[in-house]
């Protein structure tokens, strides 16, 4: 019973052209060759390597492979019937007159044969002892690798014999040539021993392919073109992904830029990570322009323009952009945070233009924001002292336990004082609502902001929090919480105060969330006082900060909830009234000023106050 099969060991398809002087893409790390003559940096090293392993070829008695030496056809015909696994005993005679039957190739010649992967000569002859022309291969690795070209016209070789053209167009449309230059092939030539090991492995990735596993890895950017990447001394291919990356506009940008990237196969399918390193001049900034979509990326350089690009994690702003930095067009699902600056450093300009992110973690000092589109959430951390913000956010949380001061020409849906912040807040504009949910925090605004409702804690009063509120009153529509500031007893409603709810009286939001990730989404985004309810039974663990309104919807949260909102006053209710739902975890309170009701909640775990 005869054998017909193709073997299992592939490499990555190269788009290199078969030449001695050919840079052959070798993007998997090998052992070391055992043939002397072979190095690692020999074009033809890996497919040498791959072919040698698998016993599909041998050296000489001296260690060496002689790769530039030229091959006869009786020693292509044992060489392809051994990648294949074609039965060499079980055979039929093809007669050719100079291939007896004890011929030491008689067995793969005529296994090729009848298949009808080589033919001999009009003289009945196949001339095994001859060197085999770039022609004879081009035909042969076709027929065995059943290649195919969906369009003979396209070749750019102007020296293409009619009786080869279909098998030389299937090589060059399935990246196995390029030819000896743009537009020669050159098929009288002969083929070497390195040459035919390339034709091989190249021909195997098209005709069965098989994935290698994925490999992470980082590097330096140095040179690179259009198609490909150097790294380590390997050449990589680009993507379809990753190409708007690499181009040529982009080189400035990604001198000396670190990037962490995922290879499959040879070709670089994603880049995770990037890390750009380049500084724009005063005259001129650098531009990073891509729609690919990264993990993270961060700028540790000033004056850089960062367009377009979609990042589902974390973009980081480090304390090496000095000056100016600009997103224009850019999707940032993650967080946006700008480091720590060194002492005595200038003032920092970050324009958002055109684009969206989720979080704004602020840690430099005197710096400036400018946005023309609406930041979901902007976090100002303890080290600012001074910040400028032009433009709209829909929550602004100051963590400042110090003096800070902001300016600008802001509109904040909800700006929040969880800390005795000393605030001055000489920006113009409209704050919807101003919470403050530390008594001992002081605040001052300048005479061009509104503010519609201002929140404060249970047991102070407006003009304890606010130390010019004589001068500002009429910027201020109404004052929730607190005591009245001439009695100093609740507050019970009338003129321009009002009851004591932690939640001030506005539009609510509402999340409907069927899953774990949805609840996560709806949880980042909502605010206090919105609303998100469950339409299908959930698994996770919660942890609500903002006082947001859980509607169980008569559902079960496998997991713990965790409550914690330790500075914050007043009546809340966890669930809806008439709604009812399970937590089969924990319930954790952390919220010694709030009164909290439970009603239609049932809890199968342990109510913990703290």
């Known amino acids: 019973m005869r054998k017909w099969g193709k073997s299992k060991y592939l490499k990555a398809i190269t788009a290199m052209a078969l030449t001695a002087s050919a840079v052959v893409v070798a993007p998997i790390a090998s052992e070391a060759s055992s043939f002397k003559d072979v190095q690692r940096t020999h074009p033809f090293y890996d497919e040498i390597k791959n072919l040698n392993d698998r016993g599909i070829i041998n050296g000489f008695q001296d260690g060496t492979f002689k790769p530039e030496q030229n091959i006869t056809r009786g020693q292509v015909a044992k060489i392809i019937t051994g990648v294949l696994g074609l039965d060499t005993s079980n055979v039929s005679n093809p007669n050719f007159k100079d291939i007896p039957t004890n011929h030491v190739y008689f067995g793969a ?24 022309q770039r022609n004879h291969v081009a035909k042969i690795v076709a027929n065995a690798f059943n290649l195919k070209a969906s369009n003979t016209n396209s070749l750019p070789f102007t020296d293409v014999r009619a009786d080869y053209k279909e098998a030389i167009a299937a090589l060059y449309e399935n990246n196995v040539t390029t030819g000896k230059t743009a537009t020669l092939f050159d098929g009288s030539s002969n083929v070497t021993r390195g040459q035919l090991a390339a034709f091989i492995t190249r021909s195997e990735a098209v005709s069965n392919p098989t994935t290698q596993p994925s490999q992470s890895v980082t590097f330096k950017v140095e040179k690179y073109t259009a198609n490909e990447i150097a790294i380590n001394g390997k050449t990589y291919l680009f993507g379809d992904s990753v190409k708007s990356i690499f181009t040529t506009k982009n080189k400035t940008a990604l001198t000396g830029a670190k990037i962490t990237a995922t290879i499959e ?43 377009n690009v979609s990042v589902t994690g974390n973009v980081i702003i480090t304390s090496n952009v000095k000056k100016k930095m600009e997103f224009d067009g850019a999707t940032i699902t993650g967080d946006l945070i700008i480091a720590d600056a060194i002492d005595g450093q200038s003032t920092l300009v970050l324009k958002i233009k055109n684009s969206h992110t989720e979080k704004v973690q602020i840690k430099r000092h005197n710096m400036s924001i400018v946005t023309d589109t609406v930041i979901p959430e902007i976090i100002i951390a303890t080290s600012v002292a001074a910040i400028n913000i032009d433009g709209s956010a829909t929550k602004v949380t100051i963590e400042s336990t110090t003096k800070l001061k902001m300016t600008g020409n802001v509109k904040f849906e909800r700006l929040l004082l969880p800390t005795a912040v000393e605030l001055e807040l000489n920006a113009v504009g409209l704050v919807k609502y101003l919470t403050v949910l530390n008594a001992d925090a002081r605040i001052t605004i300048g005479s061009g902001l509104l503010i519609n409702d201002l929140s404060i804690p249970a047991g102070s009063t407006v003009t304890k929090i606010m130390t010019n509120y004589t001068s500002v009153a009429s910027q201020i529509k109404a004052i929730i919480g607190g005591s ?22 506005e539009k609510v939001s509402e999340f409907n969330v069927k899953n774990a990730e949805e609840l996560k989404q709806a949880l980042n985004k909502a605010k206090a006082g919105d609303l998100i309810r469950l339409t299908a039974s959930v698994t996770t663990d919660v942890t609500l900060t903002d006082l947001v309104m859980i509607d169980l919807n008569g559902q079960t949260l496998n997991g713990n909830v965790t409550l914690t909102a330790p500075t914050a006053s007043g009546r809340y209710s966890l669930m809806p009234s008439g709604s009812t739902g399970t937590i089969a975890g924990n319930l954790i309170i952390d919220a010694p000023n709030v009164n909290i009701s439970l009603d239609g909640l049932t809890v199968e775990g342990n109510t913990i106050i703290e």
């Open 265 to 307: 196969n040879g070709i670089i399918t994603k880049v995770n990570n990037v890390v750009l390193n380049k500084a724009g001049s005063a005259e001129m900034g650098v531009v990073f322009n891509t729609n690919a979509t990264l993990d993270s990326i961060t700028i540790n350089a000033d004056g850089v323009t960062v367009k």
């Open 109 to 132: 010649i005529a296994a090729l044969k009848e298949k009808g992967i080589i033919n001999g000569y009009e003289d009945g002859t196949f001339r095994q002892d001859e060197f085999i």
């Open 484 to 505: 009245s500031p001439s009695t100093g007893v609740p507050n019970t409603g009338g003129g321009n105060v009002a009851p004591d709810p932690v939640i001030p009286p």
